[in-house]
Structure formats: structure tokens, C-alpha cells
């Protein structure tokens, strides 16, 4: 087994997971959730009496489970599934994940989970292991990345078990239609306090460090800042299991809540802000200058700009992911950055002493936190190794200047299957996988004629 997952199994891991168990005699079953591409859970439910077996290397999976499309189907161009023989991989429990679910009706815990090979390699298709390795090159500059997310969401009525891709799901509804200036507003915030309560507390449950929460634009629409990390992993593991606290705890108190990048046409996006700042060997910020911008910043901006819509498909995932991607809406629509300018791309909002750092804006709340994370450390590895120039910053105005980005899928994605960036940091197997992945995507929904379509056009023309 390889060095870096060697330490998540074995005897002391038994122990540390038996234990969990002797503590909470009450749990009825453990979830085993791997993250996939999608950014959606799949995995097992595990009787408490056999967690053992995770350290043991004796819980197994298809490797093909990460790259199901949205709807758990295989997918033949990925070259996975029945069509290599659907092999097995070997599941690694990350154990600091391990802990209980607060909102289940019968006692319940759940863990985090990697993969790797039968023979021990890294399973590269996992996105946990695609942002380890890219974390490996910052370990060999001796650099240590400082991460924290920031992410949106709307709560929604309850949505009906008819629901869902093609059985006719209409727009959500938010569950106060009457409210209004929603922004910052600590009323809007109070109508919800009891399920915003919970999801704290759920979160410190389940070890999650969140920050600030606060009322966003939209109608239903919060926004929750996570503790900044001197652990990237654990930056995008906290954000992918918040996401499912914040479902299970709404649909707990009669709601639903949504992570879609744009769930309403008229309305505001919801996004997955990133600020990363950087450490060497002895813990001082790379980044702090005390006068302007300091250089290294600067180059790692200029990364992250000329990666950017190479990237995109990353950042913006899916179909509904473009609907964001308009001016004056708080969803950069340019790679550009500045400073103290919430338009742009990249924005600084310090750039001295120890928060010094960037904010990458371009993510949509449905993005995969591993894979997002990837790519904004790979694009700062390619500025600061190339001493690349981000050019001058925006100072003020409407973001008129930069590279304009993709506005919609299948183009960016086309990018992303050529893109040099992308089969650097990512690999090239698994650049193939997901650009197959998002291809067989886009041929399916584009098959589909909406019902604003069969309204505008099936009797008038």
C-alpha cells in the first residue's frame, strides 16, 4: 500500500474504528460514502460489527463508481465499467471523517472514503486522490496551501418523490414567497433560525469548522464561510459533507435545499468562492507584501487567469453551471482580477501580513471541492513555476477587459479535452474520463425539449 494511504489502515486504524463503535453502542449502520466526479455520493451502508474490515483492506468496490454520469448510469466512452470487466478497487476509510448523523430517524454514522488499487496504487479516477497528488507537488516546493470555501445554497419546498430528470420537475419554490430584500437581512435569517441552528450544530458534529453564516440575495439563498485550513484535503472534505448536512438537515425540519449553480432564471447563482493562501517550511505567508501586491501572489493570480477556461468545465460542471455566467450578477463572466472588486475572477482582498491570499470566484456551488480545489493549486503551481504575469488588476468600473470565458458547456468542455493544464494536473486518464463523462452528459440533455419550448413554440409557429 502506498505511503500516503498507508496510515489510514492497519491494526492502530481497527482499534480507532472498533472504538467509535464501543462508544456509540446505539449506531445501527455505518454510510460509506465515496465521493465520485459528480461530486455525489455513492457507496454502502456497513453493520458496526464488521467496520474492522475497512482497515483491513477487505471492503471493495468497482473502480467504475466514480465516473457514473448524474443519473448512475455507466458510461461506455469512459472505458470503465462492464466494458473493461467492471474491476474492483479497494476502499480506505479517511478516519477523521468518522462520526455520527445527527438528522436520521434510526442511529447512524458515516465516513468518508478513498480508493486505491489491489495493488495499493492511488485510484486515479478518484477526485480525493487527484487533489493529494497535486497536493504532493506543493509538499516537494516545500509549500503548504491555506484553503477555505465559502459556499451558497437555497432552501425550497419539499420537492415530490415524482421529481427529477424527466418526470416533469418544475422551478423550486422558495418557502416564504412574501420575503424580500433578502441580503444581509437578520429578519430573513431569523424566519430560519431554527434549521440554520441545527446545521451549526450538525457541523460541529461531524467536525465540520464552520465560520459566518449569512442571509444571500436570493430568496432562500444563505451563505456559510468554513475556518481557513492548513489542509486542503480537509478544506474540500468539509465542503463536500456540508452539503449533505445542510440537505438532511432541511428535509429534517420540512424542507429541501439545493446546491444548482442557478435554480431560478430571474434570480441570483449560488457559488463556491476558494481562498487559498500559501505557507513554506516555517509558516510564513508567501504571499504578504507590505508593499502592494507582493510578486509571488501575483504569479500564482497569473496562473489561475491563464488556466482558467482551460479549466472551466471543472469550475462549471454541468448544463444548468452557464445560467450563472452573466454581467452584473456576481458571476465573473472574464478572467480577470483585482482588488477589493467582487466583479472580477480573482479577487484580493488582502495582500499583506498573515491573511494575505486570493479569492478565486468563478465556481458554482455544484462543483466537485476536490476537483475545484485541483485546479486552482494546479493553476497557481503553473503561474508561480512559469512567473507568470497576471497583468494590472481591475481598479474599478464593469469588467470590460481579460479573457472572455465559456458560456456555455459543450465548448468548455471541448477546451478542457485539449487542455495541456488540464492532463498536467489532473492526468491524462482521467482528463479522458471526464471529458467522456461530460460529453455523453451534453448528448443526453440536448435530446431533451423543455416545457418553455412545447409553451412558446408548439401552437404558434
Aim: glycine share 10%; net charge negative; hydrophobic share 40%.
Amino acid at each position: 500500500m502506498t505511503k500516503n494511504l498507508s496510515a489510514l489502515a492497519g491494526e492502530a486504524a481497527a482499534e480507532r474504528l472498533q472504538k467509535f463503535v464501543r462508544d456509540n453502542p446505539d449506531i445501527e449502520r455505518i454510510e460509506l460514502l465515496f465521493p465520485t466526479i459528480n461530486g455525489i455520493f455513492r457507496g454502502k451502508w456497513l453493520p458496526p460489527e464488521d467496520i474492522a474490515k475497512l482497515a483491513k483492506g477487505e471492503l471493495r468496490l468497482p473502480v467504475s463508481i466514480y465516473a457514473l454520469d448524474t443519473w448512475g448510469h455507466d458510461v461506455d466512452a469512459t472505458g470503465l465499467g462492464i466494458v473493461d470487466g467492471d474491476p474492483d478497487g479497494i476502499g480506505i476509510p479517511i478516519l477523521d471523517s468518522l462520526a455520527r448523523i445527527p438528522w436520521t430517524k434510526h442511529p447512524a454514522a458515516q465516513i468518508l472514503m478513498t480508493m486505491v488499487t489491489v495493488d495499493g496504487e492511488p485510484c486515479r479516477y478518484d477526485p480525493r486522490q487527484i487533489l493529494a497528488g497535486v497536493l504532493s507537488r506543493f509538499d516537494k516546493l516545500g509549500l503548504t496551501p491555506v484553503v477555505a470555501t465559502e459556499l451558497e445554497f437555497f432552501f425550497i419546498k419539499p420537492i415530490g418523490s415524482g421529481a427529477g430528470a424527466g418526470a416533469g420537475a418544475g422551478a423550486p419554490e422558495p418557502p416564504f414567497q412574501s420575503l424580500s430584500g433578502n441580503l444581509c437581512n437578520l429578519d430573513v435569517m431569523a424566519a430560519y433560525d431554527d434549521v440554520l441552528h441545527d446545521i451549526r450544530q450538525y457541523c460541529e458534529t461531524q467536525g465540520v469548522a464552520v465560520d459566518i453564516v449569512l442571509a444571500e440575495a436570493g430568496n432562500g439563498q444563505f451563505e456559510l464561510n468554513f475556518k481557513h485550513v492548513a489542509d486542503a484535503l480537509l478544506a474540500a472534505d468539509q465542503a463536500i459533507v456540508f452539503k449533505r448536512i445542510v440537505i438532511g438537515t432541511a428535509q429534517k425540519h420540512g424542507l429541501d435545499a439545493t446546491f444548482m449553480a442557478k435554480p431560478y432564471g430571474d434570480d441570483m447563482g449560488s457559488g463556491m468562492h476558494v481562498h487559498v493562501s500559501l505557507l513554506d517550511k516555517d509558516g510564513a505567508n508567501i504571499f504578504s507584501s507590505e508593499n502592494g501586491v507582493g510578486l509571488q501572489l501575483q504569479q500564482a493570480i497569473g496562473g489561475v487567469l491563464s488556466t482558467m477556461r482551460q479549466l472551466q468545465a471543472i469550475f462549471a460542471p454541468n448544463l444548468n453551471s452557464y445560467r450563472r455566467f452573466q454581467p452584473n450578477l456576481f458571476a465573473p463572466v472574464r478572467a480577470v482580477w483585482g482588488l477589493d472588486h467582487r466583479g472580477v475572477a480573482v479577487r484580493v482582498p488582502q495582500s499583506a501580513g498573515p491573511n494575505a491570499r486570493l479569492e478565486h470566484r468563478i465556481c458554482g456551488a455544484d462543483v466537485n471541492p476536490y476537483l475545484a480545489i485541483a485546479a486552482i493549486l494546479g493553476g497557481m503551481q503553473t503561474g508561480l513555476e512559469n512567473q507568470i504575469s497576471p497583468g494590472p488588476p481591475l481598479e474599478t468600473g464593469n469588467v470590460v477587459a481579460g479573457t472572455r470565458l465559456h458560456h456555455d458547456w459543450k465548448s468548455a468542455v471541448d477546451e478542457f479535452a485539449g487542455s495541456a493544464a488540464a492532463a498536467e494536473i489532473f492526468g491524462d486518464d482521467f482528463r479522458k474520463v471526464y471529458t467522456a463523462l461530460r460529453h455523453s452528459e451534453i448528448e443526453t440533455l440536448s435530446k431533451q425539449v423543455s416545457d418553455v419550448e412545447y409553451r412558446t413554440y408548439l401552437r404558434s409557429i
